[in-house]
DNA sequence: GAAAATTACTAAAACGATTTCGTAACTCCA
DNA sequence: TGGAGTTACGAAATCGTTTTAGTAATTTTC
């Protein structure tokens, strides 16, 4: 590997001063700067992210928190889209992404710890356990911290409108004619709670009655549970005529059982789903759904991230709410 | 941060002593050790990845290389799962991953300068453009490599057996009386080429003739593609009575433009996709398809490249083929 | 033309670890 | 008891870079 000793020998300078050409200070003359520039072009220099950091203390590195053992990893698309988002916008600002884990090596530690050792500038959290005492260790720590869906106050949060999302979910149920609308919602995070609440707000906003046995839990993103849901909804003795589902993939369950039970969709439920990310697009209905900004969610986070990075006492944690919309597929029928 | 230092200020001991008792060197007398391990303990000393490096010159890192501009990105579920894959492995066996992109801070740079900027341990590529110039510096060089379902010949490659899936869902049609069976490819790549080879090999096997407009050229990942190759083939003055889709994903579009002209799944038609991550099986009727071993393309890629970075002399090249399996959905049909 | 200011550079320390080589002290035997 | 071997440790160099403080040489200023 070719090292700024090499440049400085050859251009028979010292090592601070290419250091300085190469990083562009002006106390160095436009003509021996052009020298070291020119030779480290020649020579293929690539500096070293290591040494750098070591006496720089920055290593332009954000770690990425975005799974743990309870939750459905890299595979789920909604946060497969985000991650993707948090990428590009990373690297755009000149940032690369480190996934997090808790261990170093083979040895068990903390996220913390991991961050340390690699001395990230910052860290992403999103779809983790926000209550895992690890979770907490990290963000209380000094290490700056954004997190997504998800919010602490001493650290920027960037937040889909859960809330919103289901309030304007059900108000079409209601538009649409339906006032029998139930809601199967995924495990208990905050998330779900405000989707619970925009839910019930819709209704009531409405003047409409939610009988308890109209909400029902299932898990996200398991197809599974939701068909094991759908089936009790469908067997209540006052069954609903739409169903608000958790997030698209995990309504294919759905789907399945009302379409095993020889009803149709929409005729006879109307639904729709939740992230509009790309499955509700392509299916057959196209699924009516809330469509999550994720490429605004993984950006600002970044933004936010770096910000409070590279400007350590004015960046003040800020709360982010980031807008969604309502993708109005085929799925959801005027209810006569 | 607490270093090396002031363990050793705090126990008495040298810098050296303590690195040495931290690493298990065995020129340390138990006690010496023992009194160290609990210092750094109390302390919460975590080591300096970056200074560690400095000296080893060995990262722990290992680069991933998952797109470029033309593919479809960390969102392609295939992929996602994939990385997932690759992470997980990285992770149990001490490795971190980092992305790498064709930048270092705002500057444009190569693949190649980047994972030497971050001193990668070595790289995993896979969904690239592999002609990209700048991918062939990166294999041509001295970074160890491994690649998913692409091989070079200097480097490890881990490969979906692309000509054997396609070759048994071609037979699969074939065993259901199927005659007249189409294939609708993705872009025109290795793992193309041999899928196309599979289909044609699995018909003439069994002496079937096939017409040069039964194939089509799609794009992966892309349901309009899909569906306008699909009406095109559907057009067919003869048409054919099964078709081979490019993937589950992109198979929607297909999907839908056989129910738009009031057709029937397998009735009328009988399909495949390709890949059996997720989607085909959530889908109604489930997808026939080739189910990848997607968990076992990343642990492999990831050993491998661990055994080329830890035993740099003894480890050489290897082709390695992963086995998938036909998982049988409902979406074919006894031809009749 | 001397003092002051500016310019363009360098020496050297430092970041936090690892590792080689040396050595003092102790143990072992014949 | 004295030489060989072993044990347990430390000094110091080093990895590649940045940065501070200093300094010669030049230019400016009055």
């Known amino acids: ?56 203390n920055r290593s332009h590195n ?82 700056p911290v954004v997190t997504i869906d998800y919010s602490f106050d001493n650290a920027s949060s960037v937040n889909s409108d859960n809330e919103e999302g289901s309030y304007k979910l059900t108000s079409n149920m209601i538009a649409h004619g339906h006032r029998k609308i139930a809601f199967i919602h995924g495990e208990h995070t905050l998330v779900t709670q405000k989707r619970i609440s925009g839910y019930k707000t819709a209704m009531e906003d409405h003047g409409l009655e939610v009988p308890p046995e109209y909400i029902s839990e299932a898990i996200y993103h398991d197809v599974d549970s939701v068909r094991k849901a759908t089936a009790a909804m469908l067997d209540l003795p006052d069954p609903p005529t739409a169903i608000l589902f958790p997030d698209d993939y995990a309504f294919m369950g759905g789907q399945a059982e009302i379409l095993e039970r020889g009803l149709n969709i929409p005729g006879d439920v109307s639904v729709s789903g939740y992230d509009g990310v790309n499955l509700a697009k392509i299916l057959d209905p196209k699924l009516t759904t809330w469509e999550q900004d994720t490429d605004a969610l993984g950006r600002i986070a970044v933004d936010k991230l770096i910000d409070r990075i590279e400007n350590p006492r004015t960046a003040i944690p800020e709360y982010i709410v980031v807008k969604g919309k309502l993708f109005e597929g085929e799925t959801v029928k005027q209810f006569s």
Not at 11 to 32: F, H, M
Not at 91 to 96: I, Q, S
């Open 1 to 56: 590997m070719v090292t700024i000793k090499d440049i400085s020998r050859i251009c028979g300078v010292s090592p601070a001063t290419v250091s300085k050409a190469l990083n562009g200070y002006d106390d160095i003359s436009p003509e021996t700067a052009e020298l070291v520039l020119q030779t480290a072009k020649e020579l293929n220099y690539t500096p070293n992210a290591a040494a750098r950091l070591l006496k720089t």
């Open 62 to 143: 954000i770690g990425v928190l975005f799974i743990d053992d309870s939750m459905s990893g890299l595979t789920h698309e909604y946060f497969s889209h985000i991650l993707n988002s948090v990428k590009e916008e990373a690297e755009a600002n000149g940032y690369d992404i480190t996934f997090i884990s808790n261990n170093i090596g083979k040895e068990k530690t903390s996220f913390l710890q991991h961050c340390r050792y690699r001395n990230c500038d910052g860290v992403v959290i999103a779809n983790v356990d926000f209550q895992n005492t690890e979770v907490l260790e990290l963000v209380k720590s000094n290490v």
